[in-house]
């Protein structure tokens, strides 16, 4: 069954370091979401892509971070200058276009810990 | 906008016992619903869902039932094992599939 691949699976960073979360959606997908889980709490949106650009995001979603398709089958989360609160779960997910039965197809997730 | 509020846990179970999970949801139009469950140490996984007022959703024993005149989609299972032990999420997204959006989360312990 296709799924969604995201790397690493953890990640310790320095605060004020750069880091980037990798994601390989499903290959027929073009939809593409970061969701972010601080540990014990609830499942936050962040950004949605297509089309090569971003077309939703959400008040967390500030200048520190953006997000990229570099080529064909990569996307990316990247956060400029991480902070302590940038430590969570961070999800990636991919979907069919247009409405679709089966939902979004989350990755395993990175846990981002930000010392 | 859209949102859903599900019951908070924990929530400790024996194992056998019936299980319930309430979410209830606010949308303006006419929203899918889903679960999402969160084994531990893994990544999301969609457990069922429903797109239209009276569907039922199931997977796994599980059941939730899409009401659109109490907002609801409570999820069910008659007879939980040990192996259910999980994070369950119930979300919405619109009908486009779009602005999916996530409740609280409800932590599952089941007990031999």
């Known amino acids: 069954e296709p799924e969604v691949t995201q790397t690493p699976s953890h990640q310790v960073t320095q605060m004020g370091q750069e880091v980037i979360l990798r994601c390989v959606p499903i290959?027929?997908?073009?939809?593409f979401y970061w969701y972010r889980q601080i540990l014990g709490q609830k499942v936050e949106f962040l950004v949605s892509f297509y089309n090569n650009e971003i077309s939703e995001k959400s008040e967390i979603f500030d200048d520190q971070f953006s997000v990229e398709r570099p080529d064909g089958s990569n996307f990316t989360l990247k956060i400029r200058s991480t902070k302590l609160e940038d430590s969570a779960m961070y999800f990636c997910?991919?979907?069919?276009?247009?409405?679709?039965?089966?939902?979004?197809?989350f990755g395993s997730g990175t846990r981002l810990t930000v010392v | 906008g859209d949102s859903v509020t599900q019951m908070e846990g924990p929530v400790t179970l024996s194992e056998e016992a019936f299980l319930t999970i309430n979410c209830t949801y606010t949308a303006t139009g006419y929203p899918s619903l889903f679960w999402y469950v969160q084994y531990p140490g893994e990544g999301l996984q969609l457990l069922l869902k429903a797109t239209k007022a009276d569907d039922k959703g199931s997977n796994k024993g599980f059941e939730a039932t899409y009401r659109k005149e109490t907002t609801s989609f409570h999820l069910e299972k008659g007879s939980v094992q040990v192996s259910d032990s999980a994070v369950y999420f119930c979300a919405l997204s619109d009908r486009n599939n779009n602005d999916m959006r996530f409740g609280a989360g409800t932590r599952l312990t089941v007990k031999p």
């Open positions: 290959s027929n997908h073009l939809y």
């Open positions: 997910a991919s979907r069919e276009t247009g409405p679709s039965l089966s939902g979004y197809t």
